[in-house]
């Protein structure tokens, strides 16, 4: 069964910094499309980040290039979001998600491209 458990959320001011992790058990984790995914009140979840597990390919939507770094580490399992210079825009619910297929692709972004959800990590920056 497949298991995913974000942790690392919280509240900082504008320009800070956060690292959230995804604890993954029940599949082979060295073989997957792993995505970030968030959603603010009222909008739509939407793809932050995504990486290929089986060999490190990263994709990143065009709000956070340049300021989060999506990441893994295999003999944990876990895959991280790191998130520096934060924005008042990037305050959201982060979900991490294990996608369909043993690949990422043009599509990392579509939530239908994910089968598998994370309960969930609040992130709140203040400005």
Not at 13 to 41: E, I, K, V
Not at 58 to 66: H, N
């Amino acid at each position: 069964q497949v298991q995913l458990v974000e942790s690392g959320g919280g509240s900082v001011q504008a320009g800070g910094s956060l690292r959230l992790s995804c604890a993954a058990s029940g599949y082979t984790f060295s073989n997957a499309c792993m995505g970030w995914f968030r959603q603010a009140p009222g909008k739509e979840r939407e793809g932050v980040a995504a990486i290929y597990t089986g060999g490190g390919t990263t994709y990143y939507a065009d709000s956070v290039k340049g300021r989060f770094t999506i990441s893994q580490d295999n003999a944990k399992k876990t895959v991280y979001l790191e998130m520096n210079n934060l924005k008042s825009e990037d305050s959201a619910m982060y979900y991490c998600a294990l996608g369909r297929f043993p690949w990422c692709g043009g599509l990392w972004s579509k939530n239908n491209q994910y089968n598998s959800w994370g309960q969930g990590t609040q992130v709140t920056v203040s400005s």
